[in-house]
């Protein structure tokens, strides 16, 4: 009887480059992109929403520079002329399209992967909580900066260039970090805090209800209840506590309107939605990583 023998099957070692561990969550962000960026009306069609928005403001300020607006005041209760109006008004026309991302792309992700079992493929490829929790955050992070951040730093370019000379152009310097700070945080607010929320039910349409019913109905009573008791209350509608941030940042106010709160409480109030949020993706990739298979620590 002949002695037993191994055969090579052809089985060859993998000798490509290998990628750092913590470079994982770089996949995950770019295949968020990839999927988001899918279809038509997921993504691109509010996409084109900001950035007509955003054209038709840069047209209203270039032609209409001279007049005044009588809806709101600036520093020392003056008018406001049109071309220093826009900027701070624009959150009211950039919340509603960063809304419809975030119940379009944002409101359901970890639901939807709970759902279809995804979390199995990622964990038994050694991906971490924290890689999936990065990965998403800054993909649908980069989706909604176009429209939230990107928007009012154009517009706050097109003030800087419409500066009647230099010395004006130099004073409205401060504008441009105004409008970066402004639109992280509505970057923070549709990306961070509807991702928490889908979190919370695995059943993608529960989760989506969910989102919108805190966002506009729950939003539309903290209003309402802080007109007749205290105006900080306000702050818990997300949407109120960034164009809050806006007007106070830019010294601007809306004529006949009592319902003011300070910056400070805005920014506790975003900041603490968001913190919760993503504390809710954690625990639920988390829960999912230890009932699943494979996972890496």
Known sequence: ???GQIHDLGYKRYV?????????????????LATSWRGWWRYKAWLICGLMATAVSGGVMYFLSGQMIRALTGFGGQQLKIIDAILPISMTWYC???????????????????????FTFYFARSVRPRDYVLGKLAGLGVLVAMVMLFGPLALAVVRLALSDDL????????????????????????????????????????ALALWALYYVVIGWMAQGIAYVTRPELAALDLNASLKMVMMNLFDARFRGRSLQFSTSVALISILAHSAIAIGLVFWRVRKAQQSGVGGAS
């Not at 490509?16 to 968020?32: A, P």
């Not at 004006?168 to 992280?184: D, E, F, I, N, R």
Request: a positive charge; glycine letters at 8%.
């Open 1 to 3: 009887m002949s002695a």
């Open 16 to 32: 490509g480059s290998r990628r750092s561990f913590e470079t994982r969550w770089l996949v995950i962000m770019r295949h968020q």
């Open 96 to 118: 509603p399209i960063g809304f419809i991302i975030s119940v379009s792309v944002c409101a359901t992700m970890v639901a939807g992967d709970v759902q279809s079992g995804a």
């Open 167 to 206: 010395d004006q152009l130099v004073t409205l310097l401060p504008m441009l970090y105004k409008a970066l700070a402004v639109g992280a945080l509505g970057t923070l607010v549709y990306s961070a805090v509807p991702l928490g929320f889908s979190a919370v039910i695995t059943n993608r349409r529960y």
